[in-house]
């Protein structure tokens, strides 16, 4: 179902199983058979009072033959066919209902809530019972919804909604519905359910950066981060021969004076900043589960850098640890703009929904897909590095204008029982090993403010921080 969008289910079955209003079908003997199995179902459906009903009026007959009471027995009969009587009259009702479900919105920020709404259509001639609705929802969205609805005029429809909240990321299934039915009396239910479901995605919480600048961004346009625009006149500009269909408007006179042949200033095709954002997702590289773990921290902080990013006008790129990239192979990013902004964060954030930790424990994935092209702006969430995998890491700022690095250590994330927490052995030897390969190391610790370390990566590159604008800047900054 597409966000905020609507899905249902029309059920044009009577509560007591076949089709209302059917002509023809089956054979007989299968009719006879599919009468027996609802009838069966619909004794099934008795509650505790028509059971109790039932097995009190059996009691009474029995009393009364021994004992000789007809008045007794009367009693005994009525009590005994009072729960038969509501399920044939409840099995023989037929009417037809339509149900639908909205979700506002769709797709929503862990530890946010979202509305679903329900509505029942009577698309029958004849008003409805009494009408119980439960749909389904996984625990930890909260509590089964339910609702009681009195009763339903012939076309009539009534509309319900109630509230999901998870502070977990994922995709939740919600539904189907079930619509429960029951006599005035209480003596027997039946439950039917609609075929329709709908997804619940809860995306990472994601939090506001401010605008800095870093040195070394790919931005603006050019054929690559090292050109600038030309700003010294035409001596600068770099002609090529004249090709057929070329615009006159375009001949570089001086240059054609010079060669002696139609020469046109060549066109210098534009190129997006990028930037690409590297999760670590190696199952040794983090201890420890939920909420305020070091994982969901670094799932958090890449959701929030590529919202940055991509609001900033970047080409942007999400890459695992284990090679994985949103855009799939052969996709240079999602690029930023008012009118795709929307939809690729989308698609960005549905990916950091269900991401988790893999097996595995190398970067050696991450490294072939970033050596086989140029990166202008690479951040990276890393967990715990051994020598091996610091080196890897090491190496990959050859491939990129800059290298930011929030490094993620287990030890101050989950210490022991009774233990403050302490880096691990060797966590400052590996910074310092990043640092001395050209990384910027911000050591996030927990409950770091991802802003304040996005303000502490500019500091440290001795760069003042961009003013309200929101858009890449070109130009002759670097």
Not at 356 to 372: F, H, Q, T
Not at 434 to 455: D, M
């Amino acid at each position: 179902m597409a966000p905020g969008g609507r899905s249902g289910t029309r059920v044009p079955q009577a509560p007591g199983g076949g089709p209302a209003g059917t002509d023809g079908g089956p054979a007989t003997a299968d009719r006879g058979h599919a009468e027996q199995a609802g009838l069966r179902a619909a004794l099934g459906g008795l509650t505790t009072r028509g059971r109790a009903f039932f097995a009190a009026g059996v009691a009474a007959v029995a009393c009364a033959y021994i004992l000789g009471q007809p008045g007794l027995l009367r009693v005994g009969l009525l009590v005994l066919v009072l729960p038969l009587v509501c399920v044939g009259v409840l099995y023989r009702t037929r009417y037809r209902v339509a149900g639908s479900r909205r979700l506002t919105p769709a797709r929503v920020a862990a530890g946010s809530e979202a509305r679903v709404h329900l509505r029942i259509d009577n698309v029958s001639r004849l008003p409805t019972g009494l009408l119980m609705l439960q749909d389904h929802v996984p625990y930890v969205l909260g509590p089964r919804p339910r609702f009681v609805l009195d009763r339903v005029e012939a076309g009539g429809r009534r509309e319900v909604s109630y509230r999901v909240r998870s502070d977990l990321r994922g995709r939740y299934p919600l539904g189907p519905l079930q619509l429960r039915l029951s006599d005035p009396f209480g003596m027997c239910e039946l439950t039917r359910s609609f075929s329709a479901s709908d997804t619940l995605t809860v995306v990472p919480r994601t939090q506001a950066l401010p605008a800095v600048r870093l040195v070394g961004e790919s931005s603006g346009y050019g054929d690559s981060r090292q050109r600038r625009p030309a700003l010294a006149g035409d001596d600068d500009v770099i002609p090529r021969g004249y090709r057929h269909g070329d615009d006159l408007r375009r001949v570089h006179w001086r240059s054609t004076a010079r060669y002696g042949e139609l020469m046109v200033r060549r066109e210098e095709a534009p190129q997006r900043a990028r930037c690409t954002v590297l999760l670590d997702t190696r199952a040794g590289a983090y201890r420890g589960a939920g909420p305020d773990s070091a994982f969901e921290w670094a799932v958090s902080g890449a959701a929030s850098v590529l919202t940055h990013m991509l609001q900033r006008g970047y080409t942007v790129r999400l890459l695992t640890a284990g090679g994985a990239s949103v855009p799939g192979e052969g996709g240079e990013g999602y690029a930023g703009g008012a009118q795709q902004s929307a939809d690729s964060m989308g698609l960005l954030m549905d990916t950091l929904a269900v991401v988790e930790p893999a097996e595995g424990g190398a970067l050696s994935p991450a490294y072939d897909v970033l050596r086989g092209g140029s990166e202008g702006l690479l951040v990276a969430f890393l967990g715990d590095l051994d020598g091996e995998q610091a080196a890897l890491a090491a190496r990959m700022r050859a491939r990129s204008g800059t290298a930011v690095a929030f490094l993620l250590d287990s030890g101050e994330w989950s210490p022991g029982p009774a233990a403050p927490p302490a880096p691990s052995p060797g966590a400052g030897g590996r910074a310092r090993q990043l640092r001395e390969a050209g990384w910027t190391v911000l050591p996030a610790a927990p409950g770091a403010s991802l802003p304040a370390l996005w303000r502490q990566a500019a500091k440290e590159r001795s760069l003042p921080y961009a003013v309200g604008g929101t858009g890449a800047r070109s130009g002759g900054e670097s």
